[in-house]
């Protein structure tokens, strides 16, 4: 299988850089990229020799049940966490072993939106979408603009003025979302967009993912067990089954694999009906 065109099951790839293209100026750009990639917890494998790779403009969703590693993944991309083994390349920069200092830069690029949507609980929804536009030399109008912008891109305008304790879940998460895109990051990292949200928010979410993503085309990559968000948005797919990767390539090939586990995780999720929203 070529390392450029990942379909179905896949090989292990060495922890040891790709060799550079005949015509670079052709090939595809892995704005992030796991090199053998492994991490344990207490003796627990968590990321066992984890390779793949994303390439900018593109929208990866990495699926695999519980406990699988997906947001530790995520986590290694941000810098939170550090891997005991292999390497992690985000945009084109090998950030293993990196202090914080040298993250702050990587994170004004790549910004990830958590499960809890993480708001300031003393700040209004306005102030927590304009807050990393703060130290910026914009100025204030200018500020309140994009602010505007994104809220109504978001579909939020109608609370910028309440605290995120009045808020439903689906809410803080379209806020957070909001926030995200406020200093105008090259990539998102969405952990479970939809989980907590009832059937109908949650197809909501989807289509404001999926809004954004024809709109912008930033490198995106989206934690989810819920395999109706993960057709809508999914350029490629990594499936994480027991600390590696049992699947890395497009939805349609992993929709029609032969593996039974990924066909018996497919039957599981479609037991529950998908829902379309019209924005």
Do not use: C
């Not at 060495?14 to 005949?22: F, G, L, N, T």
């Not at 004004?108 to 993480?118: D, E, H, I, N, P």
């Not at 700040?123 to 109504?152: K, S």
């Not at 957070?176 to 989980?195: C, F, G, K, V």
Request: glycine fraction near 6%.
């Amino acid at each position: 299988m070529s390392e450029n065109e990942p379909t179905g099951k896949i090989d292990r790839l060495s922890s040891e850089p790709p060799a550079k293209p005949a015509n670079p100026a052709t090939a595809p750009e892995h704005y992030i990229e796991f090199l053998g990639v492994s991490k344990a917890f207490d003796g627990h494998v968590v990321l066992d020799n984890v390779s793949f790779h994303v390439e900018r403009g593109q929208t990866a969703v990495i699926m695999g049940r519980s406990g699988a590693g997906k947001s530790v993944t995520l986590k290694h991309i941000m810098g939170f966490l550090e891997p005991d083994a292999g390497r992690v390349i985000v945009a084109g920069q090998d950030i293993t072993g990196w202090q914080e200092y040298q993250l702050a830069a990587i994170r004004r690029r790549v910004t990830m939106v958590f499960q809890s949507g993480a708001l300031f609980d003393s700040l209004t929804v306005g102030e927590n979408i304009a807050f990393p536009l703060t130290e910026t030399d914009l100025p204030q109008e200018q500020i309140d603009a994009r602010v505007t912008e994104l809220a109504q891109m978001l579909e939020v305008e109608d609370s910028l003025d309440r605290l995120p304790s009045d808020l439903s879940t689906g809410t803080k998460r379209a806020v957070a979302i909001a926030r995200a895109l406020a200093q105008d990051p090259e990539a998102i990292l969405y952990d479970e967009p939809t989980t907590m949200v009832d059937p109908l928010m949650a197809a909501h979410m989807g289509d404001l993912i999926l809004k954004l993503k024809q709109k912008f085309r930033k490198t995106s990559i989206v934690v989810t067990h819920d395999t109706h968000l993960a057709r809508k948005l999914a350029d490629i797919v990594v499936f994480l089954q027991n600390g590696k990767i049992s699947f890395f390539g497009p939805w349609k090939d992993f929709e029609t694999s032969t593996d039974p586990f990924l066909h018996n995780f497919l039957e599981q999720d479609a037991l529950i009906p998908a829902l379309d929203v019209t924005l």
